[in-house]
């Protein structure tokens, strides 16, 4: 196990550094160069020079890149146009908000998409299997924003059962230690606290797990619709196994491998896509920040975003590895 872990690590290294490249060429090639994109549209010739001497850009550019990786060795990812502070200090203000959620709505579609997934496949032709397919379909084509407003609307406006914005209440009076609100409640035995934060997360978690539990349904069920049909779940049977073990060991721990690998990509997009959802109820994590960053061109924080879902991608894909050699022994051998 150590062995695969130092291996996947080892193969980070050129995908980082390849994109480190992608980066520092973007950023060289902006309109007007880095200079105008930082000043606007208006700048005179001697605030560009000024700026491109403050940056270091009139240098050669491999002393350029140089110091570009050394400024990201050193989390050095610049300073937000938007608020003026250090772009590391506004992600991890902001980081547990995003992670939060994210986690949330991967709970409801792993929760939910397989074991739906798997009795679906169970009663292939039956009610739950079309109407699981049905709902897949539905949930994959309803725009993330539209639900957002609809469910906004109907539980939070209407119905008053839960909060429409934010992370807590206002005037609820919290402890903060990590940054993740329900977390922080359950350490710091403010109860209160917690449950005011989970109700705040139902709606956005709910949200944002639409797509992710769609793709997890229609993935379990192809995949336990495959295995059912092999060799060794008939032998299995034949040798008069226990559904149970037939079912657990053999049909959903083989039909889990290609879903395991959907829920480590699904689980890195929503890190990197809860902007519309964040946006919709004010949840004040990193896609809200990098919605407003876009439309102030506020470039160091868009590079340090990109760099910081390469880097989820990354560990996310080394976690799916290290599942992968847990439910099948074999990937451990090769």
């Known amino acids: 196990m150590l062995r695969l872990v130092v291996r996947r690590l080892l193969q980070l290294i050129p995908t980082l550094l390849g994109l480190s490249i992608l980066l520092f060429i973007w950023l060289n090639r902006l309109p007007g160069g880095p200079a105008s994109a930082i000043l606007g549209e208006r700048a005179t010739a001697a605030d560009v020079a000024r700026i491109n001497r403050a940056l270091g850009l009139d240098q050669p550019i491999y002393v ?10 050193e989390l050095d990812l610049g300073t937000s146009v938007q608020t003026g502070q250090p772009v590391w200090d506004e992600f991890v203000l902001r980081f547990p908000a995003t992670v939060e959620l994210s986690v949330a709505a991967m709970i409801i579609a792993i929760l939910v998409g397989i074991p739906l997934g798997y009795l679906a496949a169970r009663r292939r032709g039956g009610w739950l299997d079309v109407a699981s397919v049905s709902g897949s379909l539905i949930g994959i084509c309803v725009p993330v924003f539209f639900l957002a407003l609809l469910l906004k609307g109907i539980f939070a406006v209407n119905l008053g059962m839960f909060p429409s914005y934010g992370r807590l209440s206002t005037g609820l009076d919290a402890t903060h230690v990590t940054g993740f609100a329900v977390l922080d409640g359950l350490l710091t035995g403010e109860l209160d606290a917690s449950g005011d934060a989970l109700m705040h997360l139902v709606l956005p978690a709910v949200t944002l797990s639409s797509i992710p539990l769609a793709i997890i349904v229609r993935m379990t069920r192809a995949s336990v619709l495959e295995v059912v049909g092999e060799d060794y779940i008939r032998t299995a049977e034949s040798k008069g196994l226990e559904q149970k073990t037939v079912r657990g060991r053999h049909i959903l721990r083989n039909a889990l491998l290609p879903v395991v690998t959907a829920i480590g990509l699904l689980t890195g997009g929503l890190l990197s896509g809860a902007v519309l959802t964040e946006s919709v109820f004010a949840f004040g994590g990193i896609g809200s920040f990098i919605r407003t960053a876009i439309d102030a061109r506020d470039y160091p924080v868009l590079v340090g975003f990109i760099l910081f879902i ?21 990937v451990r051998v090769h």
């Open 64 to 73: 350029q890149y140089g110091r570009f990786i050394k400024r990201l060795l």
């Open 310 to 330: 390469a880097m989820v991608y990354v560990l996310i894909n080394l976690l799916v590895d290290l599942a992968y050699s847990v439910i099948d022994p074999r």
